[in-house]
Every structure is written in structure tokens, then in C-alpha cells.
T-cell receptor, first 115, second 115 residues
Framework: LAKTTQPISMDSYEGQEVNITCSHN???????ITWYQQFPSQGPRFIIQ???TKVTNEVASLFIPADRKSSTLSLPRVSLSDTAVYYC????????????????FGDGTTLTVKP | DSGVTQTPKHLITATGQRVTLRCSPR?????VYWYQQSLDQGLQFLIQ???????AKGNILERFSAQQFPDLHSELNLSSLELGDSALYFC??????????????FGPGTRLTVL
């Protein structure tokens, strides 16, 4: 199972772009990269998922280099409400595979947005 | 609202007791995952069920067990409770098709306090 490494914490200011990088050197061919956001005492919330290159949705962008050994979550123009823990998750996307579901959440990155 | 429901929201019990946590997945989702999150800690994967069958096991104690019923709801049973079992327990669901990108949708959690 691919182990992920993220910075423990990051600080930013309102209106700035924030980039959080996750390292996953042992990512497997079938693994997808998924990012979640968690507020205190709430369940994690899906932000974005990708396999390679770049994925963009209304909330964030995900950049994945060709070797897929890392990924970067980009949050444009953050606000105070983006203060949360962000988890990078790497795991098997095919539920038919017995490794599916063993994706392990790392320690996450605590993002603090200041006014 | 993720579409995943968990009951009860809060549970206070004593050491040595047994409790059952319940989870109803999103409509159509076949997989259910259980996670434990202790205070200020990351998410620990406990177990996954897919369409009624155990699919993956994480760091689940022998005192804990789970099952998924024919209607796809799931229960997590915790017995011989210890103070250290106090935590937030999250349920997540995914997989409306067997081959999918395995995005997990989390419920609001059950906060268990063992006194």
C-alpha cells in the first residue's frame, strides 16, 4: 500500500492560492489519488480525485506529474472557511481488487487561513 | 449532506460494556467502511464490507466486529469497552459499481465516550 507524506501544517492568508503537496513514492499502477477535507468533529469530505496530469473542479485543482510519485492540491483564493485538515489518499480504485478499501489516511495537513 | 447516515450521534457508556453503531450508506452504494478517529489523531481504517461480504481489514481489535446486512446497512459492534476506545467513529460508503474510482462519502460520525 502506498504510504503518503504531507506537511503537517501550513499557514496562508485570505485570497491567496494554497498548494499542498503529497508524496507517494510507492504508488501502484492501479492507484488513484484522492484528496479530502475535514473540519473538526465532522466526517471528511471529498474534494478531488485524479490518476494523472491535471484535474480541475469547482473547488480545486489537482496536479500529478508523469511519474505520479507526488501530487499537489491547489486551492485558489482561500477564505477563512477553508481552514481545515486536508488528507491525501492513495489507493486501489477497483473494488474487485482485494486491496480496495485498504487505502490509508495519513496524518493530513492542517491548513490555517488568516485574515 | 453526504447521504450517509449514522446513529446514534453521541453515545456515553461505561468500561466493560458493549455498544452497536449503525450506518446507512448512500442509496445504491455497495461498500461500507468504518474508521476510528481518536482526539487529535488521524483516521484509522477499521474494516470494509462490499455487498455483504468483508473485503478489507485494517487495525480492528478483536473486541470489535462488524457486519453488512442484505439491505446494505452496516453495524459496528464494540465490546468490553475500554477508556481508550473513546473516539469518533465514522462510516463511509462508495461503489455504486464494482469497478469505480472508490470515492468515499463519509457520515457525520458517532462520538463514543467511555467512562
Amino acid at each position: 500500500l502506498a504510504k503518503t507524506t504531507q506537511p503537517i501544517s501550513m499557514d496562508s492568508y485570505e485570497g491567496q492560492e494554497v498548494n499542498i503537496t503529497c508524496s507517494h513514492n510507492n504508488i501502484a499502477t492501479n492507484d488513484y489519488i484522492t484528496w479530502y477535507q475535514q473540519f473538526p468533529s465532522q466526517g471528511p469530505r471529498f474534494i478531488i480525485q485524479g490518476y494523472k496530469t491535471k484535474v480541475t473542479n469547482e473547488v480545486a485543482s489537482l496536479f500529478i506529474p508523469a511519474d505520479r510519485k507526488s501530487s499537489t492540491l491547489s486551492l485558489p483564493r482561500v477564505s477563512l472557511s477553508d481552514t481545515a485538515v486536508y488528507y491525501c489518499l492513495v489507493g486501489e480504485g477497483n473494488l474487485a481488487n482485494t486491496n480496495a478499501g485498504k487505502s490509508t489516511f495519513g496524518d493530513g495537513t492542517t491548513l490555517t487561513v488568516k485574515p | 449532506d453526504s447521504g450517509v447516515t449514522q446513529t446514534p450521534k453521541h453515545l456515553i457508556t461505561a468500561t466493560g460494556q458493549r455498544v452497536t453503531l449503525r450506518c446507512s450508506p448512500r442509496s445504491g452504494d455497495l461498500s461500507v467502511y468504518w474508521y476510528q478517529q481518536s482526539l487529535d489523531q488521524g483516521l484509522q481504517f477499521l474494516i470494509q464490507y462490499y455487498n455483504g461480504e468483508e473485503r478489507a481489514k485494517g487495525n480492528i481489535l478483536e473486541r470489535f466486529s462488524a457486519q453488512q446486512f442484505p439491505d446494505l446497512h452496516s453495524e459496528l459492534n464494540l465490546s468490553s469497552l475500554e477508556l481508550g476506545d473513546s473516539a469518533l467513529y465514522f462510516c463511509a460508503s462508495s461503489g455504486q459499481r464494482e469497478v469505480s474510482t472508490d470515492t468515499q462519502y463519509f457520515g457525520p460520525g458517532t462520538r463514543l465516550t467511555v467512562l
